[in-house]
């Protein structure tokens, strides 16, 4: 299969960059134009470290004969690489969230629907098999019917790495638009697609004042469901600097009959190293991102439609936005009846 990788500005890009290139039944190139001259990790220079072919354009690399992409931009320019990608006819995986706006969004979909070519929202805890326990117990009814879930999404600040997601224009915001998506979209699954009704947000930026950065870094959102759910999160980007993982995800969901716990990121081996004088960390479990791939490249392949799909992403980007609403009034936001969207 022929891939490219659209922009390196994403944290996740290197990874997935890596991963396809280990990969015998892909020919992969990159393509990242709007790279800032000499960042190392950005780029040709990203390009040439990891072992990976690499055009300067993004005409060159549409050019080129696509099965699939990976759109690792800036939140902001995910619509003109979706739109470019579907026009070129190759199937897509998109960072999350989808889009900034709900109006790009909604283009993105009508985009991939016109030209007939699937579109994947990078969700990849979707595909933890724990989660899959999970959820096949709330299917089953072995939970009974799910009452609350408290979840977290915390990780160092990208920002002091990426500065694009410290711009509102680019990113739509901070630690609600960057890790409220995730846990949105598991209570996605989990609900089989119910629509949230209601949002209600608060946040503040004491958590790395220091960069002086106009968005949030810390964030706390409820949302609440018509079947009586109600889901609260923790988006935070609260771990410090020098803490050994970037951070982590959690459920804890109550249900009629069981309360069940779910780490995304169980630790294999923990303690303090002597050489760093760190404290060292080894993740255990799944390779999420590697999994998530795989299923990626088997919908390009057959043409299956992939999970989870671009209504997905729209659905948990209506809530975040409905988070900004909430931070904007102090108000918890109703969120309208969805509309019907094109599907390819």
């Known amino acids: 299969m022929r891939i490219a ?47 990976v072919a690499y055009v300067d354009s993004w005409d060159e690399v549409f050019a080129r004969p696509l099965d699939a992409v990976i759109v690792t931009s800036e939140n902001a320019r995910h619509r003109e690489l979706v739109e470019r990608a579907a026009t070129a006819g190759a199937s897509v995986l998109c960072e999350k969230p989808l889009a900034t706006t709900e109006a790009d969004a ?24 724990a989660f899959g326990a999970l959820h096949r117990a709330v299917q089953d009814g072995s939970l009974g019917r799910l009452i609350s879930v408290n979840g977290t999404n915390n990780g160092w600040n990208p920002a002091r790495s990426q500065p694009w997601f410290g711009d509102r224009e680019l990113a739509g915001g901070g630690a609600v638009m960057d890790h409220t998506v995730h846990i949105a979209d598991l209570m996605d699954l989990l609900l089989d697609g119910e629509q949230a009704a209601e949002v209600y947000a608060q946040a503040n930026s004491v958590l790395d004042a220091d960069l002086g950065l106009d968005v ?15 889901a609260a999160v923790d988006c935070s980007w609260s771990q410090p600097r020098d803490h050994p993982t970037w951070g982590g995800l959690t459920l804890t969901c109550v249900g009629e009959r069981a309360i069940v716990e779910f780490d995304a ?7 303090h190293d002597g050489v760093t004088g760190r404290a060292r960390w080894e993740p255990g479990g799944d390779d999420l991102d590697t999994a998530m791939l795989d299923a990626f490249l088997d919908a390009a392949r057959t043409g299956r439609r992939p999970s989870p799909d671009g209504e997905a992403g729209l659905r948990s980007l209506r809530i975040v936005l409905a988070a900004y609403e909430s931070l904007r009034t102090g108000q918890p936001v109703a969120l309208p009846a969805p509309r019907a969207v094109a599907t390819p």
């Open 106 to 129: 909604r283009a993105i979909l009508d985009a991939c629907a016109r030209a007939g070519v699937g579109l994947m929202t990078a969700y990849p805890v979707r595909f933890a098999a």
């Open 265 to 271: 990121f169980p630790r294999l081996l923990g303690g």
């Open 216 to 230: 949030e870094t810390a964030g706390l959102v409820t949302i609440r469901y018509p079947s009586g759910a109600v």
């Open 5 to 51: 990788v659209l922009s390196f500005a994403h944290v996740h890009a290197a990874t997935y960059l890596t991963l396809l290139r280990e990969r015998d039944d892909v020919e992969l190139v990159g393509a990242d134009p709007d790279a800032p001259p000499g960042d190392p990790d950005r780029g040709a220079l990203l390009a040439e470290r990891l072992g």
